[in-house]
T-cell receptor, first 113, second 113 residues
């Protein structure tokens, strides 16, 4: 089934540890995004990539980094996790820079203690 | 600057009733106006979207009404069903600057049987 796969589904992490959330899509979409979702704050954009080899900062990029070595994969790394990064993280993609529909993965729930 | 304001934050409706969720925006350059639906434990998914050349779009029980002069658009769910219980997000944006994807804070809809 075509779509976006995120891993892990959930993770508990000690503060200060490094963590990479994985995201893979098989739709050959050019644009990919990472959002975090917190109660009462909706979805906030962390980083995005409009095409392989390029990335950009979103609304809340501090403490996070991304890479886009190929079309399919867009990992999100927390270099040194802090409790405020406890959240549900969603990876999303869309066909290209100009079309509207976003396709989301099922999310990764991260708890930083 | 808050570009998107969604209301209400939560809504309880009886089965068969009409659910109305509103989204007000500030950026007059927005040219794509979607609503996303999110069930618990899942990622958001596009429900219905409108472009500013029309004032209303209907898909089954779901209707978007768009008021360009008031800079707002709304989602109407007719004959609401318990299966419609979910969180709804508006996410207006400029398609030519896809990186600026701004979601509303979300409306949690509960439809009682």
């Amino acid at each position: 089934i075509a779509g976006i796969t995120q891993a892990p589904t959930s993770q508990i992490l000690a503060a200060g540890r490094r963590m990479t959330l994985r995201c893979t899509q098989d739709m050959r979409h050019n644009a990919m995004y990472w959002y975090r979702q917190d109660l009462g704050l909706g979805l906030r954009l962390i980083h995005y990539s409009n095409t392989a080899g390029t990335t950009g900062k979103g609304e809340v990029p501090d403490g996070y980094s991304v890479s886009r070595a190929n079309t399919d994969d867009f990992p999100l790394t927390l270099a040194s996790a802090v409790p405020s990064q406890t959240s549900v993280y969603f990876c999303a993609s869309r066909r290209d820079f100009y079309t509207g529909e976003l396709f989301f993965g099922e999310g990764s729930r991260l708890t930083v203690l | 600057q808050q570009q998107v304001k969604q209301s209400p934050q939560s809504l309880i409706v009886q089965k068969g009733g009409i659910s109305i969720i509103n989204c007000a925006y500030e950026n007059t350059a927005f040219d794509y106006f979607p609503w996303y639906q999110q069930f618990p434990g899942k990622g958001p998914a596009l429900l219905i979207a409108i472009r500013p050349d029309v004032s209303e779009k209907k898909e089954g029980r779901f209707t978007i009404s768009f008021n360009k002069s008031a800079k707002q658009f709304s989602l109407h769910i007719m004959d609401s069903q318990p299966g419609d219980s979910a969180t709804y997000f508006c996410a207006p944006w400029e398609e030519t600057s896809g990186s600026r994807l701004t979601f509303g804070e979300g409306t949690q809809l509960t439809v009682n049987p």
